[in-house]
């Protein structure tokens, strides 16, 4: 039951290469961009002259995280 417990936590970060505390890292930071990027479109939703760039390019940001860090693999 134990073993069963344990693959709940490593299966899926094995699968992708990393290690459970380098995938939640990672995880964290896309987390933290999205948070951002949310608040950036949110304000942009209210004042449309507000963040006219930012919300495309946080995304952007994003992507390239996502993107650089599947390549390591």
């Known amino acids: 039951m134990t073993e069963q417990i344990k693959n709940l936590f490593t299966e899926h ?3 992708v290469g990393e290690s459970y505390f380098y995938h ?4 964290a930071l896309v987390l933290i961009g999205l948070l951002g990027t949310f608040v950036t479109v949110l304000i942009h939703a209210i004042l449309p002259f507000a963040f006219v760039n930012t919300s495309r390019e946080s995304i ?3 992507l390239i995280i996502l993107n650089r860090n599947g390549d390591e693999r």
């Open 13 to 15: 970060t094995t699968d």
């Open 24 to 27: 939640m890292y990672m995880n």
């Open 60 to 62: 952007k940001d994003i």
